[in-house]
């Protein structure tokens, strides 16, 4: 294992699609920009086609072929095919099992066991096609910034980065999970006639100076990564407090008293897991215990 195989590991798990065929397979990954402009107000298009050049200079030389890129508004996409007799094809597929997309595929127990360097940057690739940083992901106080990687539908890759983030001591700061009873907890949505609206996607959230050790490789993520932590330490430091003892902190590790949730209808919906289904949650650590991600 290298860290380029594993950065390239991490963008398939993080947002990739892969269609087999007889003789060759194709992998195809996402790169979302929900918005046209950074948060300094450029063009997010730009900077991605940026990345992409630097990312193509990584991993060309590894697959051993040229990455095709094509980009839309709101997405960019990068793909290449191989023979499925190829070295490469064969680990990439060895690692991804019988998976056909990012929405059902794990994290290989192999990765667990990577050198530290090759977990971030597996990381570091999931990061880049679900991540995101933005002035609006605070918590609470405007400096309290967090970065968003954003799952949809697959429970357990929620919890497989959890615990990947755990072995490199990058401490969870919430999930929201899409289960009823987090996305809406007083049954508002239910009761204007919205049963399902919480079938969205999960979100771990982290606090933005502890995921420095990580980053990301598409720039203007980069970019807003390293603004938002100094603003963030600057603001704890201004309020007489200890960034350390305040943002690295696994769950297990502080208190707090959960409010106590109604019974919601969907607890039993075959949307959830069915480890979990029909569980009722007031908080979101018990569903991260329940899945895997916990001390």
Request: with cysteine; charged share 30%.
């Amino acid at each position: 294992m290298n860290r380029e195989m594993s950065y390239l590991l991490g963008m398939i798990c993080g947002n990739g699609e892969i269609k087999r065929g007889a003789l060759e397979t194709t992998i195809s990954i996402e790169i979302p920009h929900k918005k046209l402009a950074t948060e300094n107000n450029n063009d997010v298009r730009i900077y991605v086609r940026a990345s992409i050049t630097d990312i193509r200079t990584v991993l060309e030389p590894l697959i051993g072929t040229g990455l095709n890129f094509t980009q839309q508004d709101n997405y960019s996409i990068i793909s290449f095919t191989k023979r499925n007799d190829e070295y490469m094809m064969r680990e990439i597929l060895r690692y991804t099992g019988n998976a056909v997309s990012h929405e059902n595929i794990r994290i290989d127990e192999e990765v667990f066991a990577f050198t530290r360097d090759e977990k971030i940057s597996f990381l570091q690739g999931f990061a880049d096609v679900t991540g995101y940083i933005r002035r609006s992901n605070y918590f609470f106080k405007t400096y309290m910034h967090r970065v968003y990687l954003e799952v949809p539908h697959n429970w357990y890759l929620v919890s497989d980065v959890c615990r990947l983030l755990k072995d490199v001591n990058i401490p969870v700061q919430a999930i929201d999970w899409a289960h009823p009873n987090m996305r809406d907890g007083n049954l508002v949505k239910y009761n204007e006639g919205k049963p399902d609206f919480w079938k969205k996607e999960h979100q771990i959230k982290i606090w933005a100076n502890e995921f420095l050790p990580i980053g990301f490789a598409v720039i203007h993520k980069k970019e807003a990564l390293e603004q938002f932590a100094d603003e963030l330490l600057l603001g704890i430091t201004n309020d007489n407090k200890n960034a350390n003892e305040l943002t690295h902190k696994f769950y297990w590790e502080g208190k707090g008293r959960n409010k106590t949730k109604p019974i919601h209808p969907g607890e039993n919906d075959e949307f959830i897991p069915p480890e979990i289904r029909g569980k009722h949650y007031d908080s979101w650590k018990d569903i991260a215990s329940d899945l895997g991600y916990k001390e």
